[in-house]
């Protein structure tokens, strides 16, 4: 089993129907590759992705998302292989960080405070796995 972490910015900000239309598309499609995860979006452009799944499967879709035209500065932030998957019910998990009532992960506030999320992650790529952790036991 393998997993990858991603951050990558929208090039266009994305409302909810059309986020929601997109997860959909998604989910078919990582049942059908047998992918899993979950995908963050801060509601201000920034996107968090863990995939998980077999290598070759992970790193094809991996090479579309690289190439889809609705996001930018595709930064990979993580990868390693693991004995099993983190997020093995998740066709694909989606939360909106900026959606969320109470989030007790420390560094929070500063996160969703910064005018760009992205180049905060950047910085501290340990915060984005973090965050990862901390919604899988939502
Ligand atoms: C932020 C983001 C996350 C994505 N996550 C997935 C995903 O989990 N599964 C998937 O099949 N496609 C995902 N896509 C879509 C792929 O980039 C691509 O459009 C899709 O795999 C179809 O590729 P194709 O048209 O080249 O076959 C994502 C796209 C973006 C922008």
Known sequence: MFQLVYISKAKNRLGEPEL?????????????NEITGLLLYDGKGTFIQLLEGEVDAVQALYSCICQDP??????KLHEQ???????????MG??????CDVIEQEGMSEFL???D?????QHHPE???QLLHYFRQC
């Open 94 to 99: 989606f939360k909106r960080l900026d959606k």
């Open 127 to 129: 915060f984005s796995i």
């Open 20 to 32: 929601l239309k997109m997860m959909a598309n998604f989910r078919a499609r990582n049942t059908a």
């Open 70 to 75: 609705r996001h930018e500065r595709i930064n």
């Open 81 to 91: 292989t693991v004995e099993k998957r983190m997020f093995a019910q998740w066709q």
């Open 117 to 121: 999320g992205f180049d905060y992650l």
């Open 113 to 115: 405070n910064q005018e």
